[in-house]
């Protein structure tokens, strides 16, 4: 499989994360649609935060610049509820802004007086970022905010070009802007058909969500839920969540459900991969823009990994729709 269409439209996306806790209560209603929000728009980053001794909600949520309702509605924390040192918490950072060792988006000589650089509109196709760079919500030097940090290797759909920058589309269609000299556009084009599939979404994002609160429980083969999860223990709860029932291994999961095209997957498919002897040994639950949820061995705790890394494209053996 040499690439793969995404099935949405979404910048280095992860979504609304509530990670699981013993002592978790569900969100209020107010909670519950400030947290939608986060998961329609894709536009967030998120943290695992290990708590250290002396740690409250109150500062953490004052160390990282979010609100601390938010990381008790993400991690369904009780008000009362009495943090632990080790305890693993996921920070949701929204629109984050630059971190520290992330470049600055090169700033674009200005425009003579009354004069500004054309603006250039293409068939959308995709670009491959290669390195770090800002995606701002104006084209410099007009000021604007930062939408999104894009680390190297992230594809983005671009339909335009100002000057030495980028429009990147943004999932509801707006454009965000960067510079052209930190991505290289592909021959891979998108049609009218498809833009027009990828803006409406699909797929089931309620499964995706509930996958995402486990980010960060540590991986044990033949693991146990709460303390740890194997691959296919990790799905297999996920839906049975959303009442459908699959076997306890990867191989066996294969078996069921409707066969994806690489080129058709949604939010909340299944996908398998072999190991080097042709055998299905390990699954996840694709996100969306190429990117999947997983139990991962390599990483030690579930995690988000991509399609596009040659170390699993190179395994991938197809999806499953339930």
Known sequence: MSHIKPSIIALVCVGVLCLATGAASPATSDEASSLQVGLDSWQV??????????DTVENI???????????????????????????????????RARVGGEPEPPAAPPAPEGEQPQITTFAPRYALVNRACAITS???????????QCGAGTRVLVSSQQGDYL????????????PSSSADLTDDAVTPGELEQ???????????????CYLGTPYRYGGKLPRNVDCSLLVQTVFARHGIRLPRTAAAQCDVGTPVSGYDLQPGDRLYFI??????NHTAIYIG????VH????RGCVAVDSLHDPHYAARFYGARRS
């Open 45 to 54: 980053g998120y943290e695992i935060y290990q708590v250290r001794p002396g």
């Open 61 to 95: 949520a004052a160390r990282f610049g979010v609100e601390a309702t938010r990381i008790r509605a993400v991690n369904r924390l009780d008000d009362s509820a009495p943090l632990a040192p080790g305890q693993s918490l996921a920070i949701i950072l929204p629109g």
């Open 138 to 148: 104006a084209c410099p030097p007009a000021p604007g905010d930062v939408l999104w």
């Open 167 to 178: 429009g990147v589309v943004m999932l509801g269609g707006s454009i965000g802007w960067m």
């Open 198 to 212: 990828m803006m409406k979404g699909g797929g089931c994002t309620e499964v995706v969500q509930d996958a995402l």
């Open 275 to 280: 190991n080097r002897s042709g055998r299905i």
């Open 289 to 292: 823009t190429g990117q999947f």
């Open 295 to 298: 139990a991962s061995s390599n």
